[in-house]
């Protein structure tokens, strides 16, 4: 390992499905992620943004080691993801999924559920793990005398505390959360992406943040990603993306953001408004350019190339060598 190198980091990362209506019926490619390249620095929040169907989750999986990518190659601390022996690969990266209670066994205790990593990676003896699962219950904010409660008898917020605190057992570096709060309740979800920080501060985590709620990936990350269609579009910091959007996809996600303050209204349906493209059969060119109001010809005609724009990424023909040559 090359402590060195980026913690994680993709390079030309692609995965495609092959996907059918029937047994009769020729099967078509489905890309869900599509030639993307990043790279994720240790004890930073990177957060991955888009609509739905754009390859958030697709991503986060292969970045889990439970999609081996169709093309392209992951690196952990400079060496392939690929080379890495599946147990190694999960006692240092750690899923937090969306829905709490259906990750959950819910035949299972939470001191069955929470030891189970320790289980499986043979960690400790009977009583050290029964130790580590009341140390990581107190952790993250769980009383002891829920010890051997049941998923069904607890809730949500509590539930996606005994996930996190499962993930955590085997004491990884890298948690990748997805949607970690858009099952719980308002009220509840400030607490866990509290919970969150605190953990990251204190156990020096790295986190790879799935989200389409905006408001928390302002809140929680370092840089942030966007995505569109399975491609990378723009990626840069959390201040250059929500202070100064470039991509005219990541200003569009932007507008269309419903703001608590009652002098700003509802936000306009424009770009966003449009239908989303099919993904067995996106548009020529730039996949962005029937809903893009910026569009040109070349749009419909040549996938742009990635450029970088002071720092930045962004994969649009407004930035990059053809427009300084233009």
């Known amino acids: 390992m090359n402590a060195d190198a980026p913690v994680l980091e993709c390079r030309d ?128 904010g769980l009383p002891r005398r829920l010890l051997y409660s049941y998923p069904s008898q607890l809730s949500g917020g509590q539930r996606q505390r005994v996930a996190i605190a499962r993930a955590l057992a085997i004491k990884p570096e890298i948690l990748v959360c997805d949607e970690p709060t858009s099952a719980l309740d308002v009220s509840v979800q400030a607490q866990i992406l509290n919970l969150l920080q605190e953990l990251r501060e204190e156990l020096n985590l790295t986190y790879v943040f799935i989200s389409h709620n905006l408001a928390v990936v302002e809140h929680m990350s370092s840089r942030v990603a966007v995505m569109y269609l399975g491609r990378l579009i723009e990626f840069g910091t959390a201040a250059q993306v929500f202070d100064d959007p470039k991509h005219p996809y990541t200003s569009a996600l932007l507008d269309s953001v419903l703001t608590p303050e009652p002098q700003y209204g509802l936000p306009e349906i424009t770009t966003m408004g449009r239908e989303f493209p099919n993904p067995l059969n996106p548009p020529p060119g730039c996949a962005f350019h029937p809903r893009c109001p910026k569009a040109m010809d070349v749009c419909s005609q040549a996938q742009p190339q990635p450029a970088d724009e002071n720092g930045r990424l962004l994969e649009c023909h407004l930035y990059g060598e053809e427009t300084a040559a233009a």
Request: a positive charge.
């Open 13 to 140: 990362v692609s995965r495609t499905f092959m996907i059918g209506k029937g047994p009769f019926v020729q099967k078509k490619p489905l890309r869900a992620v599509q030639d993307v390249s990043l790279s994720i620095e240790r004890g930073e929040v990177l957060a991955v943004v888009g609509e739905s169907g754009c390859g958030k989750t697709t991503l986060a999986k292969m970045l889990l080691g439970l999609l081996p990518p169709s093309g392209g190659e992951i690196f952990f601390e400079g060496v392939p993801l690929s080379s890495v022996d599946r147990n190694a690969v999960s006692r240092r990266i750690q899923p937090v999924f969306q829905d709490p209670y259906s990750s959950l066994n819910p035949r299972k205790t939470l001191a069955s559920i929470i030891s189970l990593p320790l289980d499986v990676h043979k960690i400790g003896t009977p009583e050290e793990r029964k130790r580590r699962v009341e140390e990581i219950m107190e952790l993250v």
